[in-house]
């Protein structure tokens, strides 16, 4: 397999969006997401590549780890709810504990959670709430608790469905890895902690993430720290000095770099941009 391209995560720590037949009509090439995300069919089917081909059909929940390359083949009048959301803002939360399914996932088991007939509208209508939400979400009062409870509540659901399909498979060097960069980036850890974690050696893992996702590990321990620091730039009035610290920055000045060499421009100017944005024409970011 090619080396895939990587999808950044949106703004927000967490979206939800309607996927249309037009747009499952999109294949191509492997993808990665920074993010988790899954795919809730409420319409026809598809042949989704991830390791193996799963077929998705309408009452089915398919699940997208972060770091897994995946691609689709082909669509059938396809028509699903789309939620993705950054781990690392939800490491030190209860939603941190319904992560399994993609977990089992991205050791081997099945991509795909049939969901029970008496539970689909339930779950179609926690998508849609959510997508309502993170609709100019920034004129909301408790924007940020809505959203993980609805988030926590999709999540619930999926686990539940999910809690006889079994553990199979053995978990990949990848895998762990980007999970232990999950629960750890926004502390002080390198490639060397990654490394010990996984039982090898720096340049081994090194290579081995590189090849499979198309980023470096310390790329995805960036990629974590900018998405919580994201998420305090939209939600919180943190200055910017302190939001470096809180995800995993003494200097400040290095943190500026990193986030404009990812997003065009500074912390602040991001910040005000997306305000403004918000104000104006509420809507998804991503």
């Known amino acids: 397999m090619g080396r895939a391209t990587v999808h950044h995560p949106p703004s927000r720590p967490v979206w939800a969006g309607r996927i249309t037949n037009a747009e499952w009509n999109r294949a191509g090439p492997p993808v990665v997401h920074?993010?988790?995300?899954?795919?809730?069919?409420?319409?026809?089917?598809?042949?989704?590549?991830?390791?193996?081909?799963?077929?998705?059909?309408?009452?089915?929940?398919?699940?997208?780890?972060?770091?897994?390359?995946h691609n689709l083949v082909s669509?059938?009048?396809a028509e699903a709810w789309g939620v993705g959301f950054s781990p690392a803002c939800y490491a030190a939360t209860e939603v941190a504990a319904l992560l399994d399914p993609f977990r089992r996932a991205a050791s081997g088991a099945s991509?795909?959670?049939?969901?029970?007939?008496?539970?689909?509208?339930?779950?179609?209508?926690?998508?849609?709430?959510?997508?309502?939400?993170?609709?100019?979400?920034?004129?909301?009062?408790?924007?940020?608790l809505v959203e993980k409870s609805l988030l926590s509540l999709i999540l619930a659901e999926v686990d539940r469905a999910a809690s006889g399909a079994g553990n199979a498979g053995t978990q990949g060097i990848v895998n762990e890895a980007l999970r232990f960069i999950e629960r750890n980036c926004?502390?002080?850890?390198?490639?060397?902690?990654?490394?010990?974690?996984?039982?090898?050696?720096?340049?081994?893992?090194s290579t081995t993430v590189r090849r499979a996702t198309g980023k470096s590990?310390?790329?995805?321990?960036?990629?974590?720290?900018?998405?919580?620091?994201?998420?305090?730039?939209?939600?919180?009035?943190?200055m910017v000095e302190v939001i470096a610290e809180r995800v995993g920055y003494a200097d400040p000045t290095h943190f500026i770099r990193l986030f404009r060499r990812a997003h065009g421009s500074t912390p602040s100017a991001w910040r005000a941009q997306q305000r403004r944005g918000e104000s104006s024409s509420p809507g998804r970011h991503g």
Request: charged residues 20%; negative net charge; hydrophobic residues 40%.
């Open 34 to 69: 920074d993010y988790m995300a899954l795919g809730f069919f409420t319409g026809g089917s598809a042949v989704v590549h991830q390791g193996d081909d799963f077929e998705v059909r309408s009452g089915d929940v398919y699940l997208v780890p972060a770091g897994e390359p």
């Open 186 to 205: 926004l502390g002080p850890i390198s490639l060397q902690d990654v490394a010990s974690f996984v039982h090898r050696s720096p340049s081994h893992l």
């Open 75 to 77: 669509a059938r009048a």
């Open 217 to 238: 590990v310390m790329a995805w321990i960036i990629s974590g720290r900018l998405a919580e620091a994201r998420n305090r730039l939209l939600h919180t009035d943190e």
């Open 111 to 144: 991509k795909v959670v049939s969901i029970s007939g008496t539970r689909q509208s339930h779950l179609a209508e926690l998508c849609a709430e959510l997508h309502r939400e993170t609709q100019g979400a920034g004129a909301r009062a408790h924007v940020e």
